[in-house]
């Protein structure tokens, strides 16, 4: 069965220190999606990055990076001179083929990062 | 713009009685799901639908039912509410199957309160 796993329930970080955060996920599947979602305060979730199993290339956007790789079957997450408002729940997702064409995410725990000013 | 609202926002009932959350998207969407929100398990999925009339089964589909008979809506009906159905509920919709972009839009969720 598919699994995600974020290891780090919890991080706290002062402001403008750089802080990765870890998702390591399981499959048998060859095509597959992988997604970071942010959850702050107020409670909504907000989509960050979709990434396909196909394009280990490494995303930035911002002060946000992400790194795939497929060989430790990692996605890791990683703010750059971090924010207050960084503070936040991020969730590591993977979506996965199921019945034919259609696709369903697996959520990992959740790690909850602390920014402290 | 596009979106997906729930409602209430916050509902507090008692054991045993049967409660309603809704959920309308007006991104036009076929997928959408129900998912509910517990401390240390991230998001489970209650059940889905990819379109009008077919709902199915998610992880934790016990004590909830959906239905779908527009695009735009997918009530959950908790049938006889239990303290274990204490929760933040989600709603989320994507586009149809078989694209390459099927990143979920969530709703602002409702907060569940049996006693």
């Known amino acids: 069965a598919q699994k995600v796993t974020q290891a780090q329930t919890e991080i706290s970080v002062v402001e403008k220190e750089d802080v990765t955060l870890d998702c390591v996920y399981e499959?048998?599947?060859?095509?597959?999606?992988l997604f970071w979602y942010k959850q702050p305060p107020s409670g909504e979730l907000v989509f960050l990055i979709r990434?396909?199993?196909?394009d280990e290339q490494n995303e930035i956007s911002g002060r946000y990076s992400w790194n795939f790789q497929k060989s430790t079957s990692s996605f890791n997450f990683t703010i750059t001179a971090s924010q207050v408002v960084d503070s936040a729940v991020y969730f590591c997702?993977?979506?996965?083929?199921?019945?034919?064409?259609?696709?369903?995410?697996?959520w990992g725990a959740g790690t909850k990062l602390i920014i402290k000013p | 713009d596009a979106e997906i609202t729930q409602s209430p926002r916050h509902k507090i009932t008692e054991t045993g009685r049967q409660v309603t959350l809704a959920c309308h998207q007006t991104?036009?969407?076929?997928?959408m799901f129900w998912y509910r929100q517990d401390l240390g398990h991230g998001l489970r999925l209650i059940h889905y639908?990819?379109?009008?009339?077919?709902?199915n089964k998610g992880e934790v589909s016990d004590g909830y039912s959906v239905s779908r008979s527009n695009t735009e809506d997918l009530p959950l009906t908790l049938e006889s509410a239990a303290s274990s159905q204490t929760s933040v509920y989600f709603c989320?919709?994507?586009?149809?199957?078989?694209?390459?972009?099927?990143?979920?839009?969530f709703g602002p969720g409702t907060r569940l309160t049996v006693l």
């Open positions: 639908s990819y379109g009008v009339q077919d709902t």
């Open positions: 499959t048998r599947d060859t095509t597959y999606y």
């Open positions: 990434r396909n199993s196909f």
């Open positions: 989320a919709s994507s586009e149809e199957a078989g694209s390459s972009y099927n990143e979920q839009f």
């Open positions: 997702a993977l979506s996965e083929r199921f019945m034919d064409s259609n696709y369903q995410l697996i």
């Open positions: 991104w036009n969407h076929n997928n």
